[in-house]
Structures are given as structure tokens and as C-alpha cells.
């Protein structure tokens, strides 16, 4: 369970770090170093997406469309999703979000998100759910806009507490299952879908900084006001 860059003994900011064989991905051809450095986070998406077990034809709603969120978005519609939607309250990140050309990115503050998909899908709500903000209002949403037997992947980092109703997931059959990571033989297929032009995992680039501007850039980003995704640090 270490990742390196966040509970490994090497840091992602340095310039060299000594890794075991097994966590070695060659890139294929065509795959450039900005898709390759974006590997890792769609890894954590692409494992949401597969523990939701989302299906061709599926009705998919993505909750956050932070850098997983965006990327989850991505993976739902490459595992052949036919609907998206993407709730998101930060105006900014939802003009990012629909940008992607993947979703229909919606204001959970404007419009009831759960009454929209079930009007949308004729009375019935989303196949699954992708929960990736982390946070009780995007849990709640998830679960409120999912169908009867319906599917809700925590794939967010959820480090607080929630307030939930076990007889609604009861009433409505529903599976909730919670993800970590990913296996990291993913690497490998993940590569070869992004060498195939079945990921365009560089769409959600925002912002691309020197190493010396990387401390600015986590700011901007833990802020929660920003209109950036992914920040991608180049040295």
C-alpha cells in the first residue's frame, strides 16, 4: 500500500527515486510524458469506475469534478457509458468540467440533481455512482440520484463523517462499496488504452508550473475556489 508519492519513503517532487521492478511502466509509443505522468490518478478512477461496475449502456453520475472526478468522468465513458453527469457546485470547475466533451455538468445549488436524472431517464435514476468530492453533500446527492439496485463507488478520499438513512439503501436495494488505489498492474492497460486514444487523459490539464511554483499551485488548489483540475508540475 505505498504510493510513491504519498506513503512511500520517496516524494514525488524528486528528481530521482529508487522504486521496485514491479512498479516500472514503460510507456508505449505515442504516449507522451504529460499523459504518462497522469497515469497514476486515472488508475484511481479507472478503479472506481471498475468497482461500480459500470456497464456499456449504463447512466453514470460523477459527484466532484475535481482531477479524479474529471477522470472518472472519462473512464465511465470509455467503459461505454451512454449518459454522464457530472455535479459539481464550483462554477469554475464546471466550465473545466464541460470542457471535457464527456458529461452534462450540473449545479447541485441550482437544480435538484436527483429529480433531473430521474426525469431524464424516465422515472428511473443513475446506474451508478461515482462519488469522488469526498464530501457529505456529494455522498448524499450520489445516493438519492441512484436507481433502484443501483451502484455507488466511494472512490473520493472521505476523511470526515457522514449523516446517511440505511433504510433508503435498504428500500432501494442499493450497493455501496468503497475503493482504494487501485491494483498496480493497471498501469499497464490504463497506458495502452491512452496509446489507443480511448482516454484523452490530457484533457484535464489545467495548468502546467515549474518546480518552484508548485507550492502556489497546492495552494490555489486546496483553496476550493479555483477553477483549476489537474495541475501538472514539470521540472
Same mark, same amino acid.
Given at each position: 500500500?505505498?504510493?510513491?508519492?504519498?506513503?512511500?519513503?520517496?516524494?514525488?517532487?524528486?528528481?530521482?527515486?529508487?522504486?521496485?521492478?514491479?512498479? %516500472?511502466?514503460?510507456?508505449?509509443?505515442?504516449?507522451?510524458?504529460?499523459?504518462?505522468?497522469?497515469?497514476?490518478?486515472?488508475?484511481?478512477?479507472?478503479?472506481?469506475?471498475?468497482?461500480?461496475? %459500470?456497464?456499456?449502456?449504463?447512466?453514470?453520475?460523477?459527484?466532484?469534478?475535481?482531477?479524479?472526478?474529471?477522470?472518472?468522468?472519462?473512464?465511465?465513458?470509455?467503459?461505454?457509458?451512454?449518459?454522464?453527469?457530472?455535479?459539481?457546485?464550483?462554477?469554475?470547475?464546471?466550465?473545466?468540467?464541460?470542457?471535457?466533451?464527456?458529461?452534462?455538468?450540473?449545479?447541485?445549488?441550482?437544480?435538484? %440533481?436527483?429529480?433531473?436524472?430521474?426525469?431524464?431517464?424516465?422515472?428511473?435514476?443513475?446506474?451508478?455512482?461515482?462519488?469522488?468530492?469526498?464530501?457529505?453533500?456529494?455522498?448524499?446527492?450520489?445516493?438519492?440520484?441512484?436507481?433502484?439496485?443501483?451502484?455507488?463507488?466511494?472512490?473520493?478520499?472521505?476523511?470526515?463523517?457522514?449523516?446517511?438513512?440505511?433504510?433508503?439503501?435498504?428500500?432501494?436495494?442499493?450497493?455501496?462499496?468503497?475503493?482504494?488505489?487501485?491494483?498496480?498492474?493497471?498501469?499497464?492497460?490504463?497506458?495502452?488504452?491512452?496509446?489507443?486514444?480511448?482516454?484523452?487523459?490530457?484533457?484535464?490539464?489545467?495548468?502546467?508550473?515549474?518546480?518552484?511554483?508548485?507550492?502556489?499551485?497546492?495552494?490555489?488548489?486546496?483553496?476550493?475556489?479555483?477553477?483549476?483540475?489537474?495541475?501538472?508540475?514539470?521540472?
Amino acid at each position: 500500500m505505498g504510493c510513491v508519492g504519498l506513503s512511500h519513503a520517496w516524494g514525488g517532487m524528486a528528481e530521482l527515486a529508487t522504486v521496485a521492478e514491479y512498479q %516500472v511502466v514503460r510507456l508505449p509509443d505515442g504516449v507522451t510524458y504529460q499523459q504518462g505522468a497522469l497515469i497514476e490518478p486515472t488508475a484511481v478512477a479507472a478503479y472506481g469506475v471498475e468497482r461500480g461496475g %459500470v456497464k456499456p449502456g449504463d447512466r453514470v453520475l460523477v459527484t466532484g469534478a475535481g482531477p479524479i472526478g474529471a477522470l472518472a468522468a472519462l473512464c465511465a465513458r470509455g467503459a461505454g457509458a451512454s449518459v454522464v453527469y457530472i455535479s459539481e457546485p464550483n462554477a469554475a470547475r464546471r466550465a473545466r468540467a464541460e470542457a471535457l466533451g464527456v458529461a452534462t455538468v450540473l449545479d447541485p445549488g441550482a437544480v435538484d %440533481v436527483p429529480e433531473l436524472l430521474r426525469r431524464d431517464g424516465d422515472g428511473l435514476g443513475a446506474d451508478v455512482a461515482i462519488e469522488c468530492s469526498g464530501h457529505p453533500n456529494g455522498f448524499a446527492t450520489a445516493i438519492s440520484s441512484l436507481r433502484r439496485r443501483g451502484t455507488l463507488a466511494q472512490t473520493g478520499l472521505f476523511v470526515g463523517k457522514a449523516s446517511v438513512e440505511p433504510m433508503l439503501w435498504s428500500l432501494n436495494d442499493l450497493t455501496i462499496v468503497g475503493t482504494w488505489c487501485y491494483w498496480v498492474y493497471d498501469f499497464d492497460r490504463i497506458a495502452a488504452q491512452i496509446a489507443a486514444g480511448d482516454l484523452p487523459v490530457e484533457r484535464v490539464i489545467t495548468s502546467n508550473v515549474g518546480l518552484e511554483e508548485a507550492p502556489d499551485a497546492f495552494a490555489r488548489l486546496a483553496s476550493g475556489s479555483s477553477d483549476e483540475i489537474k495541475v501538472l508540475v514539470e521540472q
